[in-house]
């Protein structure tokens, strides 16, 4: 069982979709953190969320910390071919003291034109 | 150079040969990390340095030896190496591990492929 489970795993849609991505474990983390990676490329940080039921916009993309901290969203509109790649998110958990982050497997995301 | 830097980006080599991961990161941070990421797993944690001290190793089997002798470069030292241990091997640095959010920036990566 992974600590922090992402759905879908994989996602092909068609430019100007709408999309979410989840991001649900059953611990409580004191934030969680967005990535994305491209092909052939490392992880980019996109955001950080802190407090319960926080939402923060970057341009199209809408990220939500849920109320209890356990789980997060990540909302995409009017998607884009330049959107693709896999979306990761990453916590500190408290059995790691906080020291150090775990990652979900991510969600593979394909937007084709 | 900006961000983080990793070399080479393609590596392979041969069970019995002896190679090194190199990393640079020029953003002034402090703590400096490994992680190995494979096809439909997470990305694993390999080792973590803290103001060039390890303060992190995930079990990782002797053969990879890391080495970070500043906070700017982390090395890692690969020896005998098994064909399973093919991936892509990322560079990662932060503030400080364990401080604040940990936000972390990657390097590219480096695809490495055993035979």
């Known amino acids: 069982t992974q600590l922090l489970e992402q759905s879908p795993q994989f996602l092909s849609i068609q430019e100007g979709e709408n999309l979410t991505v989840y991001c649900n474990s059953s611990?409580?983390?004191?934030?969680l953190q967005w990535y994305r990676q491209e092909p052939g490329e490392g992880p980019v940080l996109l955001v950080t969320?802190?407090?319960?039921?926080e939402v923060k916009k970057l341009k199209r993309l809408t990220f939500q910390f849920g109320d209890a901290r356990k789980d997060s969203s990540l909302h995409i509109t009017a998607a884009q071919p330049g959107d693709t790649g896999l979306y990761l998110c990453?916590?500190?958990?408290?059995?790691?003291?906080?020291?150090?982050?775990?990652f979900g497997k991510g969600t593979m995301l394909l937007v084709s034109p | 150079e900006t961000g983080v830097t990793q070399t080479p980006r393609h590596l392979v080599m041969g069970m019995t040969n002896k190679k090194s991961l190199k990393c640079e990161q020029h953003l002034g941070h402090n703590a400096m990390y490994w992680y190995k990421q494979s096809a439909k797993k997470p990305l694993e944690l390999m080792f973590v340095y803290n103001f060039k001290e390890q303060t992190e190793n995930n079990s990782v089997p002797s053969r990879f030896s890391p080495e970070c002798p500043n906070s700017s470069h982390l090395f890692l030292h690969l020896h005998t190496l098994q064909p399973e241990d093919s991936a892509l091997y990322l560079c990662?640095?932060?503030?400080?591990?364990?401080?604040?959010?940990?936000?972390?920036?990657f390097g590219p990566g480096t695809r490495l492929t055993v035979l």
């Open positions: 969320v802190v407090t319960g039921g």
């Open positions: 990453a916590g500190a958990p408290p059995e790691s003291g906080y020291s150090t982050l775990t």
């Open positions: 611990s409580v983390f004191s934030s």
């Open positions: 990662a640095s932060s503030q400080l591990a364990g401080v604040g959010y940990n936000e972390q920036f």
